[in-house]
C-alpha cells in the first residue's frame, strides 16, 4: 500500500490552491534577478522562508533550470530538521509528497545504500511538519518536467555524513543536488549584510569552515556540499543574496536569503 505526506505548510509558506501557487510562483520569476549567462546546474543552495520573502531568491537560481527541465530526472533535497531534534539524517518512508501542484514520486532506489551509513535512519516524524523540503517542491515542479525526489532532513548530524551521502546519491546530469538554507536571522539590516556577503564568499571559495548556524540555518547542509567540492570539479556562482528588509520586512531584524549555483567544471567549460 503506497502512503503518502501530505503538504503541511500550504496557506501558510506558500499558497494552498493551484491558481494562486502558480501566480505567486510565476510573480517570484519576474521579481528574479534576470540571467545573465548560461548555467547548467548540478546543486543549488536555495532558501526556504514564506514565498513573499524569498520567493524572488529562490526563482533567481531556479530559473536555471527551465533549459534543463527535461534532463534532470532526479532532486536530492537536503535541509535542516526546525521541529524535530534527531541525531543524523532522515530519509522518508513515504511514496510520494504532495503539493498543490500534485504528488511527486520518492526514490527509494538509494536508501538501502544510505542506511549503510551510519548516522542515515528513516524518520518520518522528522519530515511531517518540516518546511525546509516541502517549500522547494512547486518550485521545482514548476521549472522540471518529470522527476522523483530524495527526501532528506538534517538533524544533529557530522559534516563529513553529508558529504558521504552527496557523494553517494551524485550520479550524472540526471541528478540535482538541492541544499536548503536560510542565511542569517534576526540581526540588523547592515549587520545581516556584512554576515550574508561573508557566507557567499566562503561558499564561492568552498570554504566550510567558514560557515556555522551563525551564518546559515542549513549550515550542516551547506558544509557537507562544499567539502564534498574541495575534493570534486566544481564551480560555485552567487546569484543572489537578498534579506527580508530587501523583499517584505522591516530592516531592523531581518533573515537572510541567499541563491547559488554549482556546476561541474566540464559543463563550465563547454
Not at 541525531?87 to 504532495?98: C, K, R, V
Not at 511531517?128 to 514548476?142: G, K, R, T
Not at 547592515?190 to 556555522?212: H, V, Y
Amino acid at each position: 500500500m503506497q502512503n503518502s505526506r501530505p503538504s503541511a505548510v500550504a496557506g501558510l509558506f506558500y499558497p494552498a490552491t493551484t491558481a494562486s501557487l502558480s501566480e505567486m510562483i510565476e510573480h517570484s520569476f519576474h521579481q528574479a534577478k534576470p540571467c545573465l549567462q548560461q548555467h547548467k546546474p548540478k546543486a543549488l543552495i536555495v532558501p526556504h522562508a514564506g514565498y513573499i520573502y524569498s520567493g524572488a531568491v529562490a526563482a533567481s537560481v531556479y530559473q536555471y533550470l527551465l533549459s534543463n527541465r527535461d534532463d534532470i530526472k532526479r532532486v536530492v533535497l537536503i535541509g535542516p530538521s526546525h521541529r524535530v531534534g534527531f541525531y543524523g539524517l532522515a530519509l522518508s518512508s513515504a511514496d510520494y509528497f504532495n503539493t498543490p501542484f500534485g504528488a511527486i514520486k520518492v526514490n527509494h532506489d538509494s536508501d538501502q545504500t544510505l542506511l549503510e551509513l551510519e548516522g542515515v535512519i528513516i524518520l518520518d516524524e522528522a519530515h511531517a511538519n518540516e518546511h525546509s523540503l516541502e517549500v522547494q517542491l512547486p518550485f521545482l515542479q514548476f521549472s522540471l518536467s518529470n522527476f522523483t525526489i530524495i527526501p532528506i532532513v538534517v538533524g544533529d548530524a557530522n559534516t563529513t555524513l553529508v558529504s558521504h551521502v552527496i557523494e553517494a546519491l551524485w550520479g550524472g546530469s540526471e541528478t540535482l543536488i538541492v541544499i536548503s538554507s536560510d542565511l542569517s536571522h534576526y540581526h540588523d539590516y547592515k549587520t545581516a549584510k556584512l554576515l550574508d556577503d561573508a557566507t557567499s564568499q566562503a561558499i564561492i571559495a568552498f570554504d566550510s569552515n567558514r560557515i556555522d548556524s551563525l551564518h546559515a540555518c542549513g549550515c550542516v547542509g551547506i558544509r557537507g556540499l562544499l567539502e564534498f567540492a574541495q575534493h570534486f570539479p566544481l564551480k560555485a556562482s552567487i546569484i543572489d543574496v537578498r534579506n527580508s528588509g530587501d523583499t517584505a520586512g522591516s530592516k531592523d531584524s531581518v533573515v537572510g536569503y541567499g541563491a547559488y549555483l554549482f556546476e561541474e567544471e566540464t559543463d563550465v567549460q563547454q
